[in-house]
DNA sequence: AGGAATTTGTGCGTATGTATC
DNA sequence: AGATACATACGCACAAATTCC
């Protein structure tokens, strides 16, 4: 495989993703990165894949995805480009790549910080994960920010089987990298659930609203590749701030 | 083409879709039709292919479509089944093609009565439809239900350019039909953005909360194929009946 | 238990149409 | 009008997961 800075696929590995997904995210990297900003047009398809030494079908699978993602626009005729007004997502794979919540102003670029983690006995309304899920899950709880503001308060589930025990810093960042390599898993699917629902009594400064107040809700399923449910998720969000977005094609 | 029910293709016409979309179509019809049931499998992907008379890429871009629409489910090495649990989606393309609403109980069959239908001059707050756009649109007030019970009420714009003159009765049902052989468009893409909101003053009932009180709220942006805007709507849904479901693979 | 058959997932390559520049 | 670039469609080969005998 050629070696033509900037683009540079990883190497496949045990555990890798398919080939497709990770051109999707070799670019999702270059455009977080700032190889390539908001507007700008990427290279012709052809050229991509030549210079990537993969298949033009599998270059457009890959495109697809982000296009699905909304970091992408393809105009027939004109050629590949970083959706603009649209801030470039920095966080890669798992949740974070499905990440739906945007500022009503436009843009923003997400960040989160770690509030609680720890081990706890599944509790009835966190959803069974599966064949050889324990009775034990991590529970993660992290402030979700756009632009450095707070917006949303997370939730997240998930079986201790992979791990006995986690730190917080293993989640803080490259999270994506961590669900993979360390998990051995990559999440390929996910349903969400969005209506409105009540800050939870755990809130604390600085999210807006307060404890018991009106807001969005968002309920999250995460299925592996495998089929199995590896992760449950409820996010909070302050819909005067930020909306759920998604878009189809 | 061969012409074994109950597979047949659209023929191609001069607005037709692409031909994957139009098998998506069909197999949409055929398990609204209740030939295919809830979580019943499908022919294999080259026995269908065969029958329709199309390449099997062609087949398996038209099934990725359904699978994302959260129609179908596929597995590898079993086969694609019709999601169950899930109710079928009597309604085609266009905008009932995206509908999103789901009882909060699971499954439920989506209908809708018009409520007002009459053409303005474009407000302020409705987005410019792309060029050639009057300033004239035609507005549509419905309200929807799940079950038959009243869930949500929806208000959609599109510039009058099309046709100057509605009536009701065109909208009331096979809008999908309407959509792409009245107006000679479809709609390739869609965003919505999910929050919340309050129930409009022009509510009435039978639909659950009074005016003014808290609900869900979905902002939505249509593009045909051309890449043009065509429509705007506005959906209040009752959050403790119906959720917006979103599903991403 | 294990191997064969079936079925979808992934990847490759090509040809043609259509929109844009 | 011509060149460029994406959209659609076709078809093949092999891998991986499942199912069945």
New binding site residues.
Partial sequence: MPNLAPFELPAATATAL?????IAELLTREIAAGHYRSGER??????LAQRL??????L??G?DVLRQRGLLV???????YVRSADAPRPEGRSIYEFFRLERVAGGGLPTAAVLDLRSLRKPAHVPDFGAGATQRCHRLRRLRCLNGEPVALEEIWFDARHVPALREQALSEALYQFYQQSLGFWIARVEDRVGTGQVPDWTRRPFGPEAGQACGMIERWSWA???LLEEYSTTWFDATLARYVARWS
Same sequence: chains 1, 2.
Avoid: D, H, I
Avoid at 18 to 22: I, K, S, T, V
Avoid at 42 to 47: D, K, N, R, S, V
């Fill in positions: 398919p080939l497709y997904l990770r990427l290279p012709a398809e052809e050229t030494g993969v298949a033009t079908g599998t457009r699978k495109l393809r105009r027939q005729g004109s050629g590949t590749g495998s089929g």
